[in-house]
């Protein structure tokens, strides 16, 4: 039995639950009426208990993809953890990234022998210990003949990223992109991988430090710390559901907010030497796959010289980025002008025959990336290895701050982050023997799909997607969805995703609002081709599955149109061409 928790700014409750055994669950409205008799589902919704006066080993603030993988490290380590999020997990940079699970081959240019090391060996666990999400991508490398690197440097690069990355090699390219094969261009191909929903990434992880013991809540926000003598006794948290504010104590705090590091220091009065990051906007635009896209990933340089990328992800074309200074509130970050269509003449310069305007783009979304803060040196030479910041000296012992990182290298910050709080964490033991071949994961996933679709009795490419986005635990929604046809339906019209993995996510991954699920658990809405429909649709099938009333329904899908228009912005008022300043 479950209760509701209080009532927040926003309408929003949890219904109270009774199970009826052996296969029922009864609902009720705040009125105390019955809502559903769902024979043989068994919505339970996780309550979030309250956290005032909960004592714990370490508090970490920020659940991005380096918040959860430190909570989940100090969680399997036996620390007694929490994990608060202002938003939702992996709403912040980790879902603004370009989603590439890199060595780091423009690194080797900085010298940066050691980072691409690193990052090489965690590329290969994610490809070990994560086949459903991080998948081996082929870039084709091409680099203007005019370009500053001589085709000489690039190919010994090349051969050295190799040599560090190891055996593991994907088929060769039978034949580059013709479109690239041009008198002005060199091309290259070189292996690299992605995980094209870094957002997923993130869940499993989630789900991996709840079930260690980890006490995670989103939507919560560190408003400040707590202090004694000069070390950090706890935290004050505010909850932006129920409205209420909780204080807990820490023998640790880690602030791994990224972009948002330095605000928290400054809101708890903890004052640097020099501010801990330099923050650097990053802009993407998604195109459609236009006849004559490219087929792999390709990696080149945009008039100007800057890398650019393009990449094929979620059906669509994933173009990026810029970097421009930006040391505005990183949840507000958006791309300018500008950036739209500096990235759009990169587009056009590789691809002319295809005339990409304005009016194609189908959105363009900006991150923060929390660099260190190095006010004289050129964005592109920053470094991207990351940093841990102890706070001894700032007057708050036992307060570290992580400054900079990537997705790639987040689960090795995560153990130097848990060792530096004094736990055994041994290098992990996976991979590093060459994981199987990218066919050989096709095969499994196919046969894995195919179970999925037998149990669920839902088609093939619908157990496929589930497959993909839930791995292991994608049988658990498969008997879910067995169970009754309103959790076999698609969220919305044109997707393969399910009602039932909604319900997955609502009860162990912590998603409560329409935006946790269709932004990042579930993110069917990163589709360029959803619509105020698929919203209403979805809302509708989801709030019938987790025992919304009308009222929330249609308050939950008014909060999602405005969060996604806020994330995904439509560029307008663009004239071509036009180039970053
Ligand atoms: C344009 C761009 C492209 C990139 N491409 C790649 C790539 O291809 N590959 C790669 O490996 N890396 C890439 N990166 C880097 C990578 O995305 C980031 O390093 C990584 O996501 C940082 O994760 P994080 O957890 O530190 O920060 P975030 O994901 O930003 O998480 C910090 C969280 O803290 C929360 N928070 C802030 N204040 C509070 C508070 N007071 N209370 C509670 N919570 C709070 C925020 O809501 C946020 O969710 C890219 C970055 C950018 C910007």
């Known amino acids: 039995m479950c209760g509701r928790e209080g009532v927040g700014p926003r309408p929003f409750y949890f219904p109270l639950c009774v199970s009826v055994p052996p296969w029922w669950i009864l609902t009720f409205d705040e009125n105390a009426k019955p809502r559903h008799i769902l024979p043989q589902l068994c919505i339970l919704v996780p309550v979030r208990a309250r956290l005032s006066g909960e004592r714990f080993d370490v508090a970490i603030i920020g659940g991005g993809i380096n918040g959860v993988a430190i909570a989940r490290e100090c969680a399997r380590a036996g620390k007694r953890t929490l994990l608060v999020e202002q938003n939702d997990f992996a709403s912040g940079t980790t879902s603004r990234s370009t989603r590439i699970i890199h060595g780091g081959l423009r690194y080797l240019e900085h010298g940066e022998l050691g980072l691409v090391r690193e990052s090489l060996k965690e590329r290969e666990r994610m490809l070990a210990d994560y086949p459903h999400l991080v998948r081996p991508l082929r870039f084709v490398l091409a680099i203007p003949k005019a370009s500053r690197h001589n085709a000489l440097a690039i190919r010994t690069g090349l051969l050295l990223y190799r040599k ?35 957002e997923r ?6 789900g991996e430090a709840i079930a260690a013991g980890a006490v995670v809540r989103n939507h919560c926000t560190a408003l400040g710390l707590t202090k004694n003598d000069g070390r950090v006794t706890g935290l004050v948290i505010h909850d932006t559901l129920t ?15 990224g972009p948002w590091a330095d605000m928290v220091c400054a809101q708890s009065g903890v004052e640097t030497k020099e501010k801990l990051l330099g923050g650097i906007r990053g802009s993407h635009i998604v195109l459609p796959r236009f006849p004559g896209a490219p087929g792999s990933a390709v990696y080149s340089e945009a008039p100007d010289g800057r890398p650019v990328f393009l990449i094929p992800w979620n059906d669509q074309l994933l173009v990026g980025t810029t970097e421009v200074p930006d040391s505005a509130d990183p949840a507000r970050a958006e791309p300018s002008p500008e950036e739209v269509g500096y990235l759009l003449d990169s587009v056009n310069h590789l691809y ?45 012992r036992g307060l570290y701050s992580v400054i900079g990182g990537k997705l790639t ?9 848990a060792r530096k709080l004094g736990a055994h964490v041994p290098e992990p033991q996976t991979a590093l023997i060459a994981p199987a071949p ?24 619908s157990a496929r997607a589930v497959a993909e986005w ?8 498969a008997r879910m969805a ?75 899908a008014e909060l999602f149109d405005a969060e996604r228009a806020a994330f995904l912005k439509k560029p307008s008022g663009l004239s071509r061409p036009q180039r970053a300043a």
């Open 201 to 206: 990434l993130v869940a499993e992880w989630l």
């Open 352 to 396: 002319p025959a295809a005339n990409i305007g304005a009016g194609d783009i189908l959105y363009a979304f900006a991150g923060v990336r929390p660099l260190p803060y190095s006010p004289t040196a050129k964005p592109a030479a920053i470094t991207r290895r990351h940093r841990i910041h102890d706070h001894s000296d700032d007057g708050a």
């Open 482 to 556: 067995g169970t009754d046809d309103a959790l076999r339906h698609p969220l919305c019209p044109h997707s393969s995703h399910i009602v039932a993995e909604a319900v997955e996510v609502a009860r162990y991954e912590c998603a409560v609002t329409l935006g946790d699920i269709l932004l990042r658990r579930v993110p069917v809405a990163l589709s360029g081709c959803w619509s105020k429909q698929c919203t209403r649709a979805a809302a509708q099938r989801i709030g019938w599955a987790l025992g919304w009333d009308q009222l929330r329904i249609g308050r939950e």
């Open 470 to 477: 839930h791995g292991r635990r994608a049988m658990c929604v």
């Open 243 to 257: 409205g209420t504010e909780a204080r807990v104590e820490a023998a640790h705090v880690i602030n791994a907010t």
């Open 438 to 461: 990218a066919d050989g994961i096709e095969v499994t996933l196919r046969q894995w799909a195919r179970q999925i679709s037998a149990v669920a009795h839902i088609p093939e490419h």
């Open 164 to 198: 560090l990355a190891g055996a593991r090699c994907l088929p060769a390219l039978a034949q580059f992109d013709a479109h690239l094969d041009r008198p002005d261009l060199a091309t290259f191909d070189y292996d690299d991988a992605q995980c094209e929903f870094p």
């Open 409 to 417: 290298t987040a689960a090795a910050l995560a153990r130097e982050v």
